[in-house]
Nanobody, 121 residues
Framework: QVQLVESGGGLVQPGGSLRLSCAAS????????MGWYRQAPGKQRELVAH????????????TYADSVKGRFTISRDNAKNTVYLQMNSLKPEDTAVYYC??????????WGQGTQVTVSS
């Protein structure tokens, strides 16, 4: 089992920045990749950013949704078992509940509880 706890959401003005954190615990060694998803009211949950986590370094192959490329950056800190999502140049359309996801061995998927991000003046 893997437990994920997100933090860092909040209210920010357009053009502002936020950094989300996702701390993983439990069967850490089973995690193959992690990602951030978001779900706005009335919309489907969508993938925002994804990073592979296998390996001993803090690098990894990262991919992004077209809507956030150049503005968001996903990164990981293996020593802290934490994945981050740095969000810059935020827009009102980025408003959503953001969820952390972990893909693990044996096709298991784990989700955090979600953190609200609101971009508004």
């Amino acid at each position: 089992q893997v437990q994920l706890v997100e933090s860092g959401g909040g209210l920010v003005q357009p053009g502002g920045s936020l950094r989300l954190s996702c701390a993983a615990s439990g069967s850490i060694n089973s995690i193959l990749a992690m990602g951030w998803y978001r779900q706005a009211p009335g919309k489907q949950r969508e993938l925002v950013a994804h990073i592979t986590t296998a390996g001993s370094t803090n690098g990894g192959s990262a991919t992004y949704a077209d809507s956030v490329k150049g503005r968001f950056t996903i990164s990981r800190d293996n020593a802290k078992n934490t994945v981050y999502l740095q969000m810059n140049s935020l827009k009102p359309e980025d408003t959503a509940v953001y969820y952390c996801n972990a893909e693990a061995t044996m096709l298991r998927n784990y989700w955090g509880q979600g953190t609200q991000v609101t971009v508004s003046s």
